[in-house]
């Protein structure tokens, strides 16, 4: 490397100095990266806290999503040995150091289960997740069965930090000697030599002699920073604010692409959440009628079932037949059919439509109701209102033998808790009553 040469024509007198910029350089630059190590390490640790936390937040909201819904399902059927299983599996996984569920009492202090690994309760380090349990029993119905706290366990979340607290220690310390070394390597080699000439210059500089360029003696194929100093002093602020306003443009460019983007990824979003949302409806609904189909109906009878067993409660099954349908799709058409069965729907929803009672579509021109908390004798003038309101409907049927007009034949079966363990023997009894209903004329109620 050359030596850089002094200005032409300059006289310079060179003070002594008194302490090497090089020595104050390694000074500086131990003290600095001592300083910086420290700092890093502090500010990565807190990071690392920081992302450690969020981690186990999302690990404890990953459980709760995965155990809410068996969680809520098995307060609501007081299965405590499912409950206690729940509990001990929630309790077993890594991030979980305590795990509390509090069931509501009416009138009474609410019932607290507890799972723990020896952790103490409100540490306020380990993050904590809380949700109310709710339990939907059927459509439109929502309710509140407990509350489920979930701790993080603190020892995992030290022990995790303590891992990466070494490694981060270590890195940072072993990145720190390096830049520094190599700072003032490079120092050395590419400034030091030259920094002198470059003051000499900027100390001389007057408006008089604006015009001089600084030269610095050195090889033509070295072309960095010290070359561009060199080249583009007098362009700097031409090329600084050229550099501005182009920044300012892309930046307005920029944004304007990312408003756009937003409002696709939103519209799409919408179109998917609408798509999905009609899809979940068509698969529990019969898409002739908009009544339940045999998915819900399958999915709600059960549940009925079970509460009238534990609640003592009454449940009362109607299985419905348009009366000689085949005859009356051959003589009127299809599309008339279509017309009978919506026509029958109309008149059995708007019959039953309190909440909790069910009228479902099973098939062809079959329909069934799930009456909870009606006994027979209640479902029996219900069932006779059904018919007495089709009949004011007076579709035509010329080829019945039962009556002019379109006519329901109706089997109707209550809950036996002696004989019935099942919901398939209740609604075994309800067709049996609806071949009875036929058996004897049709257009009528069977029991």
Known sequence: MGRPAPLDGVVTSAAPIKQSLGRRLVVATLGFCLLFTLVAVGVRSWFAWQNERHAMESELALIDQVFSRTLAKAIWEMDSEALSEQLDSVSRAAPVGRVELQLPRAGRTNEILMRSRGQSPATQRAPTFSRTLVYEPYPGAQEVVGQLILEGSESVLWERLYGQLIDIVVTQLIQSLLLAGLIMWMFYQTVTLHVRVIARHLAQLSPANLGKHLRLERSARRQDELSLLE???NRLQTKLSTYLERQ?????????????????????????SAANARLEELSRSDPLTGLANRRQFDELKDVEF????????????LMCDVDHFKRYNDSHGHAAGD???QVVAETLSSTFGRAGELVARLGGEEFVV????????????????????LAERALPHGDSPVAPHVTLSIGLA?????????FDLLLHRADEALYRAKAQGRNRVAD
């Open 231 to 233: 080249a583009g002093v």
């Open 248 to 272: 300012r443009q892309d930046e307005q460019d920029l944004a304007a692409h990312r408003d756009r983007l937003a409002e696709l990824v939103q519209a799409r979003t919408a179109e998917l």
């Open 339 to 341: 017309r009978c069965l």
């Open 414 to 422: 209550g809950f036996d808790a002696e004989t019935m363990d099942r």
């Open 306 to 317: 079970r509460r009238a067993q534990r609640l003592n409660q009454p449940l009362t099954v």
């Open 370 to 389: 799930l009456l909870p908390g009606s006994d027979q004798d209640c479902a029996r003038r219900a069932a006779e209102r059904v018919q007495q309101r």
